[in-house]
């Protein structure tokens, strides 16, 4: 059974930094991608950040330049650096991971969220 452990969330000003982490484990043959949702009350779930096998990163453009996705294959572990956070960005935070999985095949995981409150 795959498990994503996700750390880093709390309460920050406006304007600070949180790091985010995301450890998957449980029969992981190979992690396809990483990636980072979120969702503010009341609204969709939505994509925030992706890194793939090869390193290949793609970021929704509200966080461009601001946020920055990166992975630690020996860890099957993905992080999420948030710099310069804005109260817009308040929201749970997910962690969704692409894995192949030994007897289970190719399947999507999600953590269980990590809330994040930026104050003004």
């Known amino acids: 059974q795959v498990q994503l452990v996700e750390s880093g969330g709390g309460l920050v000003q406006a304007g600070g930094s949180l790091r985010l982490s995301c450890a998957a484990s449980g029969g992981i043959f190979t992690i396809n991608s990483m990636a980072w949702y979120r969702q503010a009350p009341g609204l969709q779930r939505e994509f925030i950040a992706r890194i793939v096998t090869d390193g290949t990163t793609t970021y929704t453009d509200p966080v461009k330049g601001r946020f920055t996705i990166s992975r630690d294959n020996a860890k099957n572990t993905v992080y999420l650096q948030m710099n310069s956070l804005k109260p817009e960005d308040t929201a749970v935070y997910f962690c969704?991971?692409?894995?192949?999985?030994?007897?289970?095949?190719?399947?999507?995981?999600w953590g269980q969220g990590t809330q994040v409150t930026v104050s003004s």
């Open positions: 969704n991971v692409a894995a192949t999985v030994l007897f289970v095949g190719s399947r999507n995981y």
